[in-house]
């Protein structure tokens, strides 16, 4: 079965720039999609097919996806941006979760 | 506005089904490329996909789970069930709907608030 690895956590200053990174076997071969979730709510997609925001995502969220490894980069990192982030793909039919990053604002 | 808000009992014993409604509006599972789908997540584990509906009837589940899950649509309630045979004190997870649409590539663009579901004797 297709497995999607994350760094447990990532720590980043307030105003600085974050970046996590997800990998998989051949993964730029699929669309990665990113979702933020913070305690106690619902996940929310911020990213779409390796690097589009859906509507009203801000523009400090980017991505990229390479070789195995797919990237979510946030910008000027705010302290409403920390947050649990999973990557997720379609492997074939069925659907994969990362195993999910902890981002923590210094 | 699309919607999505998760329905069923809070608690259930070892070796019961488990039944999961999840009450949407705002979309038609009707149209081409629209799919639910169910997601669960353990008490501070990652998240899990357990199963999609597809527009057009089609089911997907999680291989693992693929023996215990069912999943069926009810288009004139705006409906989507999830069923889990033989509950397990492991399955006891907040479980969360999400529309899947090709809009965003596939991704589960809008998600219910989820519902924790215990299992204990």
């Known amino acids: 079965s297709f497995e999607l690895t994350q760094p447990l956590s990532v720590s980043v200053a307030l105003g600085q720039t974050a970046k996590m990174t997800c990998g998989g076997n051949n993964i730029e071969g699929k669309n990665v999609h990113w979702y933020q979730q913070k305690p106690g709510q619902a996940p929310v997609l911020v990213i779409y097919?390796?690097?589009k925001r859906p509507a009203g995502i801000p523009d400090r969220f980017s991505g990229s996806n390479s070789g195995n490894t797919a990237t979510l980069t946030i910008s000027r990192v705010q302290a409403g941006d920390e947050a649990d982030y999973y990557c997720?793909?379609?492997?074939?039919?069925?659907?994969?979760f990362g195993t999910g990053t902890k981002v923590t604002v210094l | 506005q699309i919607t999505l808000k998760e329905s069923g009992p809070t608690l259930v014993k070892p070796t019961q089904t488990l039944t999961l409604t999840c009450t949407f509006s705002g979309f038609s599972l009707s149209s081409s490329g629209v799919g639910v789908g169910w997601i669960r997540q353990s008490p501070g584990k990652a998240l899990e996909w357990l199963a999609l509906?597809?527009?057009?009837?089609?089911?997907r589940y999680s291989p693992s789970l693929k023996s215990r899950l069912s999943i069926a649509k009810d288009t004139s309630k705006n409906q989507v069930v999830l069923t889990m045979t033989n509950m397990d004190p492991v399955d006891t997870a907040t479980y969360y709907c999400a529309q899947r649409s090709t809009d965003v590539a596939g991704a589960f663009e809008f998600w219910g608030q989820g519902t924790l579901i215990a299992v204990s004797s």
């Open positions: 097919k390796d690097s």
């Open positions: 997720q793909v379609w492997d074939r039919t069925t659907g994969v």
């Open positions: 509906l597809y527009w057009d009837g089609e089911q």
